[in-house]
């Protein structure tokens, strides 16, 4: 069975950049994800779908700040220069025999 | 532009059931992967269901046997439809678009208590 895991919390300064981690379960190297960021009091919205092979696509209006990158198992989220707007909870997703998966989130602080 | 108007959520006691839609414009439901997403109070998102455009569905464990997603191509619009509810179904409720839920719906409060 598939498993999404991400760190529960990350934090870094306003005007740095963060990177933040989903690690695929033994096996699923190839999968594609998506990465969601959901503000606080507000829906979920889709930032970016990232291949195994690097290919992605980004969701209306992302800003060029989001970038995404893979290791293996691992995909990466990566935004620079922080802004306040997002301090947010952000969600890998993907695919397994036709069911939906979410990781556990990682809650980014924007000191 | 590609929108999605959840609708249809509401208090409803345990047991009973109730009808979610998700309205769709800009595009059209039966040419594409339309899902279900839930996050309960204080908790991360749980993946409900999806529809196929071949029609194919699928659901999670923890609401098969209770819960049916279907559409209506007439109307550009996906359902839930909730049976069996339990105090757990309790969440805010999310339509997304494509299997990379490519836009999401903006939710709606399912609440099931006593």
């Known amino acids: 069975q598939l498993v999404l895991t991400q760190s529960p919390s990350a934090s870094a300064s306003l005007g740095a950049s963060v990177k933040l981690t989903c690690t695929l379960s033994?096996?699923?190297?190839?999968?594609?994800i998506a990465w969601h960021q959901q503000q606080p009091e507000k829906g979920p919205r889709f930032l970016m779908m990232?291949?195994?092979?690097?290919?992605?696509y980004k969701g209306d209006g992302i800003p060029d700040r989001f970038s995404g990158s893979t290791s293996g198992a691992e995909r990466y989220l990566t935004i620079s220069s922080l802004q306040s707007e997002d301090e947010a909870d952000y969600y890998c997703?993907?695919?397994?025999?036709?069911?939906?998966?979410f990781g556990g989130g990682t809650k980014l602080t924007v000191l | 532009e590609v929108q999605l108007v959840e609708s249809g959520g509401g208090l409803v006691q345990p047991g009973g059931s109730l009808r979610l839609s998700c309205a769709a414009s800009?595009?059209?439901?039966?040419?594409?992967?339309m899902n279900w997403v839930r996050q309960a109070p204080g908790k991360g998102l749980e993946w409900v269901s999806v529809?196929?455009?071949?029609?194919?569905?699928y659901y999670a464990d923890s609401v098969k046997g209770r819960f049916t997603i279907s559409r209506d191509n007439s109307k550009n619009t996906v359902y839930l439809q909730m049976n069996s509810l339990r105090a757990e179904d309790t969440a805010v409720y999310y339509c997304g678009r494509h299997d990379w839920l490519d836009p999401w719906g903006q939710g709606t409060l399912v609440t099931v208590s006593s």
């Open positions: 529809i196929h455009s071949g029609g194919a569905t």
């Open positions: 990232f291949n195994s092979d690097g290919s992605h």
């Open positions: 997703q993907t695919w397994d025999t036709g069911i939906g998966v």
């Open positions: 033994s096996g699923h190297n190839n999968y594609a």
């Open positions: 800009g595009f059209t439901v039966s040419s594409d992967y």
